[in-house]
Nanobody
Framework: QLQAYGGGLVQAGGSLRLSCAASERTLSRYVMGWFRQGPGKEREFVAAIAWSGGSTSLADSVKGRFTISRDKVKNTVYAQMTGLKPEDTAVYYC??????????????WGQGTLVTVSS
């Protein structure tokens, strides 16, 4: 199970940190990701991190502003979001998928947490 939290209302230019706690004890074979779905938009990829090696990937739209990290002791993945823009307003979801050669298929999803950025 994945439990996402940390969303809220923030002014443009502000920061938030999202957290996603995983109940699974062994995540070494997984990739953890953050996705978002804005009003009237399709869900889109935001960031991902390989639990074992820590390699990361970020969507172009958030590079330089967001970072993704994980705490192996707390079994938690974080999305540190800075320089927030109104277009970052969305419900943010965390997800997990087995690490394989090729694109990750995210099979496990947490509930969303709403981020609202005011202008």
């Amino acid at each position: 199970q994945l439990q996402a939290y940390g969303g809220g209302l923030v002014q443009a230019g502000g920061s938030l940190r999202l957290s996603c706690a995983a109940s699974e004890r062994t995540l070494s074979r997984y990739v953890m990701g953050w996705f978002r779905q804005g009003p009237g938009k399709e869900r889109e990829f935001v960031a991902a991190i390989a639990w074992s090696g820590g390699s990361t990937s970020l969507a172009d739209s958030v590079k330089g502003r967001f970072t993704i990290s994980r705490d192996k002791v707390k079994n938690t993945v974080y999305a540190q979001m800075t320089g927030l823009k109104p277009e970052d307003t969305a419900v943010y979801y965390c997800a997990a998928g087995l690490r394989v050669a090729g694109p990750t298929k995210y099979d496990y999803w947490g509930q969303g947490t709403l981020v609202t950025v005011s202008s």
